[in-house]
């Protein structure tokens, strides 16, 4: 297993357009989550998944996000209408849950730059 | 609600010094403190994890503590090389899992 994967690595797109990104987690974990890193700052907490279900979303998840993991494997991640505020590190962990440590190991993120 | 306070935004220290990064965090009911390391343009590489039970955790010349009841955690480096250069960021996990991260403090090694 090569860990956690994201694609694509860099996207880049005009104002208005819709994105997806994927996300494959390492096998047997879990739980999967997304989170978002804009220049500066600290990743922010956007959802998580255990298995297939959504358990928790941001507020900063708008209307115009929206997440899916159909088989509790790989997930998505899609962007409507984006707009030029969407542009940021969008970053991918998993975890293997209920364990102690619940340790998350990240992607190396998919880049989101919006014209 | 948890904050993360990671100060200075950026250190420069010759090669070879010994360093402390700090982080701070408000709310001291935390399951853990992990501290991740980023390349510019990357994703994060995990260092270390100290569980809330332990007080210290070490991995080469890389030392975690944690302090629950001041919410503090400190990230020594030992010895300091070029190749240290990049951003270190400290997460606190709570009860939901989530992670809550610091701005994270930029690093210069200089040779």
């Known amino acids: 297993d090569t860990g956690v994967s994201q694609n694509p690595r860099h996207k880049i797109t005009k104002r208005g357009q819709n994105v997806t990104f994927r996300c494959d987690p390492i096998?047997?974990?879990?739980?999967l989550y997304w989170y978002r890193q804009t220049l500066g700052q600290g990743p922010e907490f956007l959802t998580y998944?255990?298995?297939?279900?959504?358990?928790?979303k941001s507020r900063l998840l708008s209307d115009r996000f929206s997440a899916e993991r159909p088989k509790g494997s790989f997930s998505t991640l899609e962007i409507q209408r984006t707009e030029q505020g969407d542009s940021a590190m969008y970053l991918c962990?998993?975890?293997?849950?209920?364990?102690?440590?619940?340790?998350?190991?990240f992607g190396a993120g998919s880049r989101l730059t919006v014209l | 609600k948890q904050e993360v306070t990671q100060i200075p935004a950026a250190l420069s220290v010759p090669e070879g010094e010994n360093l402390v990064l700090n982080c701070s965090f408000t709310?001291?009911?935390?399951?853990?403190l992990q501290w991740f390391r980023q390349d510019p343009g990357k994703g994060l590489t995990s260092l270390l994890l100290?569980?809330?039970?332990?007080r210290e955790q070490t991995s080469g010349r890389l030392n975690a503590s944690l302090d629950k009841s001041s919410g503090r955690s400190t990230l020594y480096i030992a010895a300091s090389q070029p190749g240290d250069s990049a951003t270190y960021l400290c997460?606190?996990?709570?009860?939901?899992?989530?992670?809550?991260f610091g701005k994270g403090i930029t690093l210069s090694v200089r040779p």
């Open positions: 962990a998993s975890s293997l849950a209920p364990t102690g440590a619940n340790v998350l190991t």
């Open positions: 096998s047997e974990h879990n739980r």
């Open positions: 998944f255990q298995n297939e279900a959504q358990l928790e």
């Open positions: 709310d001291s009911a935390i399951y853990n």
């Open positions: 100290i569980q809330s039970s332990q």
């Open positions: 997460a606190a996990r709570g009860a939901n899992s989530k992670l809550t």
